[in-house]
């Protein structure tokens, strides 16, 4: 369908979290509310 393979929106997510949580506004960030909304497949090389 894709073409080549793709990650779980799950796998993207705690991806996403983990950057934001860890390294942008500092360690120990706790999300409160979230809603990713994914507009194409992330694709794996």
Known sequence: ????????????????NALVAEDLPG???????IAWKFVKAVGVE
């Open 1 to 16: 369908m894709f073409g080549k393979p793709i990650l779980h929106g799950g796998v993207s997510s705690g991806i996403l």
């Open 27 to 33: 360690p120990g960030t706790v999300f409160l509310e």
